[in-house]
């Protein structure tokens, strides 16, 4: 199970970017997908998931309002769609599959990152 990230990069505050996980090998069909982010020093915390059983999303407080994720079953690819960015939104941000309903843990990381900086 693999899956690649991209879409981070450079962003003034107020921003917006739209970070993508595609799946490589396998469907996205019964999995539940996370992001995470570490930001420089900090731990990989969780940001957002989503179940594609049953479409049921969650996010952490901090992006609530901000970010939302959403899946192309076309394209076998989770977004997260990120607007009014803010400078502690600087991480490099990862993708996290688990097979089922449940929300991964950060050591079902797959990818290697991908990195956003924000800049006021």
């Known amino acids: 199970v693999q899956v690649v990230e991209s879409g981070g990069g450079l962003v003034q505050a107020g921003g917006s970017l739209r970070l993508s996980c595609a799946a490589s090998?396998?469907?996205?069909?019964?999995?539940?997908i996370a992001w995470f982010r570490q930001a420089p020093g900090k731990e990989r915390l969780p940001v957002s998931c989503?179940?594609?059983?049953?479409?049921?999303?969650n996010y952490v407080d901090s992006v609530k309002g901000r970010f939302t994720i959403s899946t192309d079953n076309a394209k076998n690819t989770v977004y997260l769609q990120m607007n009014n960015l803010k400078f502690e939104d600087t991480a490099v941000y990862y993708c996290?599959?688990?097979?089922?309903?449940?929300?991964?843990?950060?050591?079902?990381?797959r990818g290697q990152g991908t990195r956003v900086t924000v800049f006021s």
């Open positions: 090998g396998f469907t996205f069909d019964g999995y539940a």
């Open positions: 996290a599959v688990n097979k089922g309903r449940l929300c991964p843990s950060f050591v079902e990381i």
């Open positions: 989503i179940s594609t059983s049953d479409g049921t999303t």
